[in-house]
T-cell receptor
Framework: AQKITQTQPGMFVQEKEAVTLDCTYDTSDQSYGLFWYKQPSSGEMIFLIYQGSYDEQNATEGRYSLNFQKARKSANLVISASQLGDSAMYFCAMRGYTGRRALTFGSGTRLQVQP | DSGVTQTPKHLITATGQRVTLRCSPRSGDLSVYWYQQSLDQGLQFLIQYYNGEERAKGNILERFSAQQFPDLHSELNLSSLELGDSALYFC????????????FGPGTRLTVT
């Protein structure tokens, strides 16, 4: 079984500052992937970034980076230089590469960027 | 735009009724996943189809069923609807069974009154 824990229901950040959204996971799979999705108020799910469990380097995609600490089972999302358009729900998710391929999601963190 | 389409965008219906939600995956994607997002359950996986065959089941109720057609579009059928079925239903598609990125459709918001 897989479990994702996001302990921050809500976060505030000032525009142009960096923010870290926490995510811890639990799995018995040896090989797995970790994902972050953004859900704006309009409702769509937007893929942000992916980290494979065997990737040696932390993933980066533009202003998004994933701070992957395998021993601690954490996969925190770092957003640099926050923008007003970053205000949204953020979901951490994972999937294994054997057995079920579907994503398991955390409960999400609502980020509000303040001007 | 992810390339995944879902219809209808909104659906309002009464308890006890039956509805069908439709999903067209990205061109070339063989695998379709259905997810439900509700206030009390969060985002949870319902069912996966790959190239027309059921591949995996999650927390899908017996009142719910799905299928994937030869043209690869998928339908999720919800019957004997209850107030608690009100949710946002997403489908997502991937090229293969093991492809890592799932492309989500815009979702269908179902309201049961």
């Amino acid at each position: 079984a897989q479990k994702i824990t996001q302990t921050q229901p809500g976060m505030f950040v000032q525009e142009k500052e960096a923010v870290t959204l926490d995510c811890t996971y639990d799995t018995s799979d040896q090989s797995y992937g970790l994902f972050w999705y953004k859900q704006p108020s309009s409702g769509e799910m937007i893929f942000l970034i992916y980290q494979g469990s065997y990737d040696e380097q932390n993933a980066t995609e533009g202003r998004y980076s994933l701070n992957f600490q395998k021993a601690r089972k954490s996969a925190n999302l770092v957003i640099s230089a926050s923008q007003l358009g970053d205000s949204a729900m953020y979901f951490c998710a994972m999937r294994g590469y054997t057995g079920r391929r579907a994503l398991t999601f955390g409960s999400g963190t609502r980020l509000q960027v303040q001007p | 735009d992810s390339g995944v389409t879902q219809t209808p965008k909104h659906l309002i219906t009464a308890t006890g009724q039956r509805v069908t939600l439709r999903c067209s995956p990205r061109s070339g994607d063989l695998s379709v996943y259905w997810y439900q997002q509700s206030l009390d359950q969060g985002l949870q996986f319902l069912i996966q189809y790959y190239n027309g065959e059921e591949r995996a089941k999650g927390n899908i109720l017996e009142r719910f069923s799905a299928q994937q057609f030869p043209d690869l579009h998928s339908e999720l059928n919800l019957s004997s609807l209850e107030l608690g079925d009100s949710a946002l239903y997403f489908c997502a598609s991937t090229e293969g069974d093991s492809s890592y990125e799932q492309y989500f459709g815009p979702g269908t918001r179902l309201t049961v009154t």
